[in-house]
Structure formats: C-alpha cells, structure tokens
C-alpha cells in the first residue's frame, strides 16, 4: 500500500472521532440544558432524568472505549504504516537490485546472442565439415569395402600358404638336422682353427722375436758401419774425385756505371759445392771468387745477378749472405728442391775437425789437390793453421791459397781457406749480412755494406787478414 494514502485514511480516521466527540458533547449539553429547563418547570419528575443520565454517562463511557478502541487501531494502523514503509523501502532496495539484475541480464542476454550467432557460424561451419566427413566416410567405406575384398583374397592366398608351409616344415625339419650335423662339423673346424691359430700365434711371436733380434742387429750394424765410416780415413784421391763429380758452376754478373758513362761491370766464374748444417743448404765460396770486393769505399752496384749450374739444371741465385765470423767467405742460398734439381751431392760439415791430424786441401778452380797437416791456433779458435812445411803428397801444380776447399779425412767439409795460411772452420751458418740479387740493387747501397764488412775484417788479428 501506498504511504501516502495510510497518511490520508489516518487523518480522516482522526477528523471522524473528533466530529463524532464534538457532537455528543453538544447532545450531553443539550440534554443537559433541557433538563434543567424541565427541572425548572417541574420540580415534580425526577426519576427519567436519572435515567437519561446514566444512559448518557452508559454512551459516553462507550464512546470512551470506542475512542480506546479507535486509539488501538490508530496505533496498530501506525504501526502496519510503520511496517508497510520497511517493507516499501525493502521494496524499493529489492526493485534497483533486480534492476542490475536485469540490467546483467541484458548484458547476459546479449552475450548470449552474441555466443548464438557465433554457434550458428560455427554450426554451419560444422555442417560443412560434416559433409565433408560425410564424403570422405563414404570414401573410407568404399576403401574399407576395396580392403575387405583385399583381406578375402589375401586370406585365400594365405590358407594356400599355409598348406605350403606344411611342405616348407617338413622340408624345414629335414635341413635342420642337416643344418646340426653342419654346426657339429662347424665346431669341429673351429677347434682345428684354433689350434691352428695358437700355433700362428706362437710362431708370430718367435718371428717377432726374431725380427726385434734381427733389428737390433741391423742397428748395431748401421751403427758400426757408420762409426767405422766416420773414422776410417779416405784417401785424398777419393776426396778429390768425389768433388770434382759433385762441384757446382758457379757464374755471378755485377753491372754498374764508372767514370764517364763507361760500362765498369764484372762477372766471374768459379767451382763450389753445396753443403748443409742438416736444416739449411748453401753454395759457398770465397769473396775473391765473386765480382764483390770488400773495401771502404765500396761499391755501389747497380744490378746483382747469378746462377748455379749442376748436373741437369741450372737454378738462379736469390741472394748472396756474408759468413759472420769471417765476411769472407759468401753463402747462396739452396732450396731443397733447387738442390734436387741441380743433382749433386750435399756435403755435410764436419762434425769432429780435430778427429784427424791431416786434412785434403783442393784448390776449387786450379785443379790441385793434396794432403797437408793443419795446426790448432789458440789465437784464432774458428780457425786452423796450415802448415806448409808438412805439405806431402799433392798432386798437380800446388800453391795453396784463399778459397781452396778444406775436407776432413773423412769426406766431410771441414772449411774454406781465407788467405794463404788460415782456414775457417765452418761448424753453422750465421749472416753477418745479405745483398738480394736483382737487375736493380740501387736502393741496397752495397757500397755501405761493403765497407761496413771490410770494417770487420780490418778488426780482426793481422795474421789472419
């Protein structure tokens, strides 16, 4: 019920009981006034006055209780207005609840179409691929069909493969005892082999036996034959003839530009052998062999060119180094496989100078040879001192002098004479300098080298320059 009409129903409720209240106190007072009037003019009745009253004071109380009565009700009516209102307000917070409620719905609602639309696209998409599958049913139904048929002729082919196999078992059964009685022969022969192996075994090992025997002998053999070369002297014809089979031509052209323009070039030629430190090969002579001269001042050459010819090839000269003991005695560097091209023979340096008393002298381009004593200087420890006065056996005409070639009694190069009296002992190879050898060597300055080596040989002791 609506609050405003049980306000309405309450005030006319109270508006009725005060008209109803003023209008019995207009009838008490006029009950009243009338029995006054009637008490005036009669004095003589009495007794239905009494009565009037009592029926009026009977009304009046009644009226009393019907106001109580009213006054319950009003209350009981405030308190159900009271209780209403609760209840309307309860209402109203229940009507904007499920007014959200409703709201979510609709929101709800819309999703829910939303997700309806998106399930008939998808029940479409569905019933596309259900015919799809509908189709490739119908084709699985058809291969199914193709390999049931297939399954019946294979089975077909299999109960005759199976009346085979009866045949194939028995067969089976006859190769199997034939396939023992082979295992047994099998066993048989690997025990042979066996046997057979055992005794390769121990016949391997007594030739390995042997064999380490027959190394070590062959080792203490190359040993001994190389220490009995190493120590038996060679007779100096032998020496010579092995040089001159194995010496190399040697040609060098020096060009440069004297006085006036005029054409002041040198080229020489001389015998040499190549010989190895056992890294690095060499072509070595002595500086006098070569159109360089040691001298302050030098000369500035302008082109440095040269070859060395061997057996079968001839290979050009890259450079020429300068012995750092002794500037002397020049070095060409050899390759491994220039050496091999040129086909002599590569002498080693001696590795025991000293071993013997004597030594062979062989003069590279005057064709002499012979044999001589060499004396220790211990003024001059790289070199050996030549003593002429013990001079036997030489063949040819004999004048030793600087750039004859030294060997030990043993074949091995011993060193290079640097004058008339002095050899140097050549135990490594270690430049003091290098020149290139180009058509064009201006920018080398030789002439500064040049002296700067005359400088160090102008340094060393007086019986050796």
């Known amino acids: 019920m609506n609050r405003s009409i049980l306000i309405v129903i309450c005030d006319f409720l109270l508006l009725s009981l005060l008209t109803f209240s003023t209008d019995m106190n207009h009838i008490a007072s006029d009950d009243t006034q009338r029995s006054a009037r009637q008490d005036v003019a009669t004095n003589e009745v009495v007794q239905p006055g009494k009565d009037l009253m009592a029926m009026m004071n009977q009304a009046l109380a009644d009226e009393r209780k019907g106001r109580e009565q009213l006054q319950q009700q009003l209350t009981s009516a405030r308190a159900t207005a009271g209780g209403q209102q609760e209840a309307l307000t309860k209402a109203e917070q229940e009507n904007a609840r499920l007014q959200q409620q409703s709201a979510g719905l609709q929101q709800q609602f819309a999703a829910a179409e939303s997700s309806v639309e998106n399930l008939n696209r998808q029940l479409q998409s569905s019933s596309a691929q259900a015919q799809m599958s509908q189709q490739k049913l119908a084709a699985t139904q058809a291969e199914e069909q193709k390999q049931s048929e297939l399954a019946a002729s294979l089975k077909r082919q299999l109960d005759e493969l199976m009346n085979s196999n009866l045949l194939v078992q028995t067969e089976q059964q006859r190769l199997a005892g034939q396939l023992q009685l082979s295992e047994a022969e099998r066993q048989a022969a690997l025990d042979r082999a066996a046997l057979m192996q055992q005794d390769v075994q121990a016949a391997r090992a007594e030739n390995a036996r042997l064999a380490e025997g027959f190394k070590s002998l062959a080792t203490n053999s190359s040993q001994l034959t190389q220490e009995i070369r190493d120590n038996r002297a060679l007779a100096p014809n032998t020496i010579f003839s092995e040089f001159v089979t194995n010496r190399v031509q040697t040609a060098i052209y020096a060009a440069r530009t004297g006085f006036l323009g005029m054409d002041a070039s040198k080229d020489t030629q001389t015998e040499t052998l190549l010989v190895t430190d056992g890294t690095n090969i060499y072509a070595i002579c002595h500086v006098g062999d070569t159109p360089l001269t040691l001298w302050d001042p030098g000369t500035d050459w302008d082109g440095l060119t040269g070859k060395l010819t061997g057996h079968s090839a001839e290979v ?9 003991d002794d500037p002397r005695v020049v070095m060409f560097p050899v390759s491994a496989d220039q050496a091999r091209q040129l086909g002599c023979k590569i002498y080693r340096i ?3 100078p000293y071993k013997f008393q004597d030594a062979v002298l062989i003069g590279a381009d005057n064709g002499y040879y012979g044999q001589c004593d060499f004396q220790i200087d211990l003024s001059t420890p790289q070199y050996v001192k030549l003593d002429r006065s013990l001079i036997k056996g030489l063949f040819g005409k004999f004048n030793p002098s600087r750039g004859d070639v030294v060997f030990s009694r043993t074949g091995q190069l011993l060193g290079i004479m ?10 490594h190879f270690a430049a003091a300098a290098t020149l290139p050898f180009s058509p ?26």
């Open 440 to 465: 064009n060597v201006r920018s080398q300055h030789t002439g500064i080298v040049l002296a700067r080596l005359y400088d160090n040989l102008f340094q060393m002791p007086a019986q050796l320059q």
């Open 350 to 352: 001696s590795a025991d």
């Open 418 to 427: 640097v004058n008339n009296t002095y050899c140097l002992m050549l135990n």
């Open 316 to 324: 050009a000269i890259h450079s020429v180094s300068f012995d750092q």
